[in-house]
């Protein structure tokens, strides 16, 4: 049998690179004679670049302010003239260097994701893919417009970066379709991920409010409503006021990965991420790929950190999965499965490929 290895990463314990190689070494073990073909997968999030740069082109590392402005190095992708960043390089959540709380939740930014842009720009791309995810910031992108001109974040400092960002085509890739305000904005979702208690996450709607005002006047149309404009901390809403294309982050990648191609010759799927919920039914990695498989009416499973859905959910059961299941359980806690997380994503992937 040919088995499509295509996860996501699982959170902040594995890469999708990584998750692949543990899946792909524990199915070897379960199944010694199957073929199996590594394609790890992103939607935007941590791991876009590492995915992409799987396939070739030039990784570049450049050093950017963090989100509590400490420099760090982030690494994007050019090939050719289209330069492949990823947000989380600059301003994940993972880069705070301590636990969130409110004060970071406030004063995180996304300045250095405008000095990547910068830098590719610089660097001659006429394409930038900005991928969206696992940011540590609610900063509606004015940090990233800081960082775009060195001002601040004004109509004056907008109109600077679309003026240098003329003759670029600019795509927000993201799989996330909440708008910046309200119950399902960038504050209220995301905010207490990063940090945000209930009053920090008021103070947050607040300030990403009055600068929604500001990205809606300069761009003739209501960007902050735009389905993605709340995803990275808002991070879409700037890029969609400067010209940005939305696209989702997980079909650029199955494009890019040849998705397509690799089901039509495998005759299984092998998917997963960190947590299998009811945002993964919204289009994340794990149910794009079973999605797309499901298509193509090849069996597809997923193995995931931690499963929080109900197996008789009626969207799950339309995926027709061969099987869900979680390495948190086959590991016998969270913590275990966290801390020993190749291991055990390797043993769950012997144990069901035994069972296949």
């Known amino acids: 049998m040919r088995v499509l290895i295509a996860p996501d990463s699982f959170g902040d314990t594995l890469t999708a690179v990584e998750a692949a190689d543990a899946i792909a070494a524990g199915w070897k073990h379960g199944r010694p004679d199957?073929?199996?073909?590594?394609?790890?997968?992103?939607?935007?999030?941590?791991?876009?670049?590492?995915?992409?740069?799987?396939?070739?082109?030039?990784?570049?590392?450049?050093?950017?302010?963090?989100?509590?402005?400490?420099p760090v190095r982030a690494r994007w992708l050019r090939v050719g003239d289209v330069a492949y960043i990823e947000s989380a390089q600059a301003c994940g959540l993972h880069l705070l260097g301590r636990d969130p709380d409110p004060e970071s939740a406030v004063t995180a930014h996304s300045a250095g994701v405008g000095e990547l842009v910068a830098a590719a720009v610089a660097a001659g791309a006429t394409t930038v893919v900005v991928g969206l995810g696992g940011s540590g910031c609610t900063d509606g992108g004015r940090g990233l417009v800081t960082g775009l001109?060195?001002?601040?974040?004004?109509?004056?400092?907008?109109?600077?970066?679309?003026?240098?960002l003329a003759g670029i085509r600019l795509i927000a890739a993201t799989d996330v379709e909440n708008?910046?305000?309200?119950?399902?904005g960038a504050a209220a979702v995301f905010g207490p991920q990063k940090g945000a208690d209930p009053a920090t996450v008021d103070r947050l709607e607040g300030r990403n409010a009055a600068w929604a005002t500001v990205l809606?006047?300069?761009?003739?149309?209501?960007?902050?409503?735009?389905?993605?404009?709340?995803?990275?901390?808002g991070l879409g809403a700037a890029l969609l006021?400067?010209?940005?294309?939305?696209r989702s982050g997980a079909d650029i990648v199955a494009e890019l990965t040849e998705q397509d191609a690799l089901l039509r010759s495998v005759d299984a799927v092998v998917t997963g991420?960190?947590?299998?919920?009811?945002?993964?039914?919204?289009?994340?990695?794990?149910?794009?790929?079973?999605?797309?498989?499901?298509?193509?009416?090849?069996?597809?499973?997923?193995?995931?950190?931690?499963?929080?859905?109900?197996?008789?959910?009626?969207?799950?059961?339309?995926?027709?999965?061969?099987?869900?299941?979680?390495?948190?359980?086959?590991?016998?806690?969270?913590?275990?499965?966290?801390?020993?997380?190749?291991?055990?994503?390797?043993?769950?992937?012997e144990v069901v490929a035994q069972r296949w």
């Open 34 to 70: 199957d073929v199996l073909v590594r394609a790890p997968q992103s939607d935007g999030g941590p791991g876009f670049v590492d995915v992409l740069a799987v396939r070739g082109g030039d990784v570049l590392d450049v050093t950017v302010a963090g989100p509590l402005s400490d």
């Open 149 to 164: 001109t060195g001002a601040a974040p004004d109509p004056d400092a907008l109109r600077t970066a679309r003026d240098r």
């Open 179 to 184: 708008p910046l305000l309200g119950p399902r």
């Open 216 to 233: 809606d006047s300069f761009a003739g149309q209501p960007v902050s409503r735009a389905a993605g404009a709340g995803a990275a901390g």
């Open 241 to 246: 006021a400067l010209g940005a294309r939305r």
């Open 273 to 349: 991420e960190g947590r299998f919920d009811h945002q993964s039914l919204g289009g994340k990695v794990a149910v794009a790929v079973a999605r797309a498989a499901h298509a193509q009416g090849v069996p597809a499973l997923v193995l995931a950190g931690q499963v929080a859905l109900d197996r008789a959910d009626p969207d799950l059961v339309a995926l027709a999965l061969r099987g869900v299941h979680s390495v948190s359980d086959h590991a016998g806690s969270v913590r275990v499965a966290m801390d020993d997380a190749a291991r055990q994503l390797a043993g769950l992937a």
